[in-house]
T-cell receptor, first 110, second 110 residues
């Protein structure tokens, strides 16, 4: 039973355009959500987070949106750059160990 | 501060053997978590240790075990290796909900 789902295994975007990565969760007890980015041969690195008391958090080119009623969050990257090409993991927590989705591989094409 | 370090980085073992992986957390971090990453399943939680005590455990068979030492360093052990244990094993240390991952140990079971 997957509590955190990333339904798109891959996404290709042109450089300069917006990348939108989506994530759905099923556990209503989750109250903290994070995005991690992973390059090959490296561990995941923290990108951005949002708590359930907010519906948007912005950090430079990265914005995370949370829709609690739909149990959905998304990561927007604007503008997308070739260096953003990586696997992105959505993760959630609710006084529990972080639960991760299966990841979305983003390819930004120059 | 130095990041999370894991040794060895790569390992090849034969079915039936056992393996021990090591993790040194970021200085000052008392919590260490272990995750298994496989291509089809994303990051799956193995266990979490805090102050030498196992605080949480994921849904893995008893062949997977771990421990934490007084200096917060952690080891995980897998006995009676199976082909399906081939994966990237990631260690992460934390102060709160944010995990800082090491580069992982790539285990191949033949």
């Amino acid at each position: 039973d997957q509590q955190v789902k990333q339904n798109s295994p891959s996404l290709s975007v042109q450089e300069g355009r917006i990348s939108i990565l989506n994530c759905d969760y099923t556990n209503s007890m989750f109250d903290y959500f994070l995005w991690y980015k992973k390059y090959p041969a490296e561990g995941p690195t923290f990108l951005i987070s949002i708590s359930s008391i907010k519906d948007k958090n912005e950090d430079g080119r990265f914005t995370v949106f949370l829709n609690k009623s739909a149990k959905h969050l998304s990561l927007h990257i604007v503008p997308s750059q070739p260096g953003d090409s990586a696997v992105y993991f959505c993760a959630a927590s609710g006084n529990t160990p972080l639960v991760f989705g299966k990841g979305t591989r983003l390819s930004v094409i120059a | 501060k130095a990041g999370v370090t894991q040794t060895p980085r790569y390992l090849i073992k034969t079915r039936g053997q056992q393996v021990t992986l090591s993790c040194s957390p970021i200085s000052g971090h008392r919590s260490v978590s272990w995750y298994q990453q496989t291509p089809g399943q994303g990051l799956q939680f193995l266990f979490e240790y805090f102050s030498e005590t196992q605080r949480n455990k994921g849904n893995f068979p008893g062949r997977f075990s771990g421990r934490q030492f007084s200096n917060s360093r952690s080891e995980m052990n897998v006995s009676t290796l199976e082909l399906g244990d081939s994966a990237l094993y990631l260690c992460a240390s934390s102060l709160g909900q944010l995990l800082y991952f090491g580069p992982g140990t790539r285990l191949t079971v033949t």
